[in-house]
């Protein structure tokens, strides 16, 4: 493998620090070798070999989360340069100096950059974001789709609970109980699935409370920083449409909404 030479440029980066859980945050300078092509994980990287300050001070490596750096996993999410976005993907030389890393707001920041995304997730157990399937039985390669439901179906799925549309969202904070647009698109995404439907009324009554679709302010925001493009407003529009007949459902006392 070759690796890039090293050109003796300097990259200026700032991050915003936290040693622990519920501590005070503060600013650290560093400078690291440039190499052509590196991104945000690279400069951490570097950071992590030689934890140095610009000023020559010896410091703790920063924190922070990654796994599959192809932005398919969303766990280095981070602010940068004052937008939510991947750390894999975002390249150096894309950036201005000097580059300013922050955690999302939204979560809790565990240290530095590393955040605790329960809150979406305990939203994603809230919605049943699964097809309800426990393995009991054999039930075969189930129900087909059509296509064109399914290419936009799968455009929903790419969704890889980074975090990006919940820290880009003004309704989502601490003091909010609104769950977010990833979940709400989810819901979309596994009423549609042909088994998934099993439950689909269980689904929109989770999001008619609380929480739900009512939060929603309708910024846009959400599409905007959404690194896989996702139309998480059009799901969104969907629902409050399916919501509708599912309040008139459940007055009636109708059956399960299973279409």
């Given at each position: ?68 750096l192809e ?66 039985y054999d ?101 409050n449409r ?18």
């Amino acid at each position: 493998m070759q690796i890039a030479a090293n050109t003796g440029r300097m990259v200026k980066v700032e991050i915003l620090r936290q040693d622990t859980q519920g501590g005070n945050s503060y600013w650290q300078k560093f400078q690291v070798p440039y190499r052509h092509g590196m991104n945000v994980i690279s400069i951490l990287m570097e950071i992590q070999k030689n934890p140095v300050t610009e000023d020559g001070v010896n410091t703790s490596p920063v924190s922070w989360d990654m796994n599959c750096l192809e932005e398919v996993c969303g766990a280095c999410s981070m602010v940068i340069n004052g937008r939510p976005r991947q750390s894999c993907s975002t390249l150096v030389d894309q950036l201005t100096e000097p580059i300013k890393l922050e955690p999302m707001k939204t979560f809790p920041v565990i240290r530095d950059l590393q955040v605790d995304r329960e809150r979406m997730f305990n939203a994603l157990k809230k919605v049943k974001a699964w097809v309800p399937i426990d393995g009991t039985y054999d039930l075969g390669e189930g129900p087909r789709m059509p296509e064109g439901k399914r290419q936009w179906a799968y455009e929903l799925s790419k969704c890889m609970t980074c975090g990006v549309c919940m820290e880009a969202c003004p309704n989502v904070s601490e003091k909010a109980s609104f769950i977010g647009p990833a979940p709400l698109s989810q819901v979309r995404l596994f009423n549609t699935h042909p088994t998934g439907a099993m439950i689909k009324d269980e689904r929109l009554n989770a999001i008619m409370g609380d929480g739900g679709l009512a939060n929603c302010g309708n910024s846009q925001n959400c599409v905007a920083a959404c690194p896989k493009g996702i139309p998480l407003t059009t799901s969104i529009a969907s629902l409050n449409r399916a919501t509708t007949v599912q309040m008139f459902r459940n007055f009636f006392g109708s059956d399960h909404y299973v279409d």
